[in-house]
């Protein structure tokens, strides 16, 4: 194991494939320099290309999205058992709305999060902690989950991390990702981060918080 502090566990990942929809929460990912696998790789654009969020198009939220076999499945809720046919964009936005698909046309973006980060991480509880931010989203679109071990940090802490690198690593004796936490949002709980190593992650890894 890496040299450093275990803080916790990974408790929850979460992805979301469309842009502003509800998501999926798989038990393993892959992470890379982008982010977790097919995170935000999706959103809707309307007819004259600008991108669609749930601000504008409220039904947006109502729809959950997942990825089966490299392709996109939208639902109108999470527990509906048929995918939406591939007309669906049109018929929500209107005439010419369309999916744009960032990994196959290349939009630029490094990470799928506000200025470019990869991956948003919070603790668990941070919305409870008595320092947290006023008005902060409380980070229920965060991707990676982690429930601090309390005698090593606790909920919050976090933020304090900017600058560190954290190693999310299973029990086997390959690696896990490496992360290096390079901000905190600004309307949300938690922090923002870059992927430096890819690698695989799990629900029950360790979280390693490293040395400077």
Known sequence: MTEGVVVGRVALLRRFPLRSAGGDLPTSVHLDAAGLQHDRRWQLLDAAGSPLRARELPELAALSASVDDDALRVRRAATDALPLDSGWPEQL???GARLQDSRAEGDGRRG??????????????????????AECDPGE?????????????RPGDER???????RLAGTGEAAGPLLEVTRTP?????????????GEVRVGDVVVLLDL
């Open 160 to 166: 304090g991390w900017v600058g560190r690198r954290l």
């Open 186 to 198: 600004k309307r949300c709980l938690g922090v923002y981060a870059d992927v430096v190593e890819p």
């Open 112 to 133: 799928g999060h506000r200025d470019g980060a990869a991956v948003h991480l919070v603790a668990a509880g941070a919305a409870d902690a008595p320092d947290a931010p």
């Open 93 to 95: 936005a209107g005439p």
């Open 141 to 153: 679109r965060a991707n990676v989950v982690v429930d601090l071990d309390p005698a090593a940090a």
